[in-house]
């Protein structure tokens, strides 16, 4: 019913007011929705993984995605010559 459904926005809204920051975030440029990162996780994720021939394995692929993730951020360099320097250590 849509007294029922009015009284869990209410509910949610009260509970969550701390959290809540729409008109600062507006004024500030901030995204609001989830489309944002909607949209990049089926950009990241969803093309490497589900794309037509594609493989990996189960314990791998978080690591293929942050790979992935550092070359569309433009972190890649970095965290690739961390890796570097942690293996020269060893």
């Known amino acids: 019913m849509a007294k029922d459904e009015i009284r ?3 509910g949610y809204l009260s509970n969550n007011r701390e ?3 729409y008109v600062g975030d507006r004024k500030g440029g901030y995204p609001i929705g989830s489309g944002g990162i909607e949209s ?10 589900k794309r037509s ?5 189960k314990e791998t692929g978080n690591e293929m995605l942050a790979i992935r ?10 965290i690739f010559e961390k ?7 060893r």
């Open 8 to 10: 869990k926005l209410i």
């Open 19 to 21: 959290r809540i920051h």
């Open 40 to 49: 990049a996780n089926k950009f990241i994720c969803h093309t490497r993984m």
């Open 53 to 57: 021939g594609a493989w990996w394995i």
């Open 69 to 78: 993730c550092a070359i569309y951020n433009g972190t890649y360099d970095r």
């Open 83 to 89: 890796y570097k320097q942690a293996r020269m250590l």
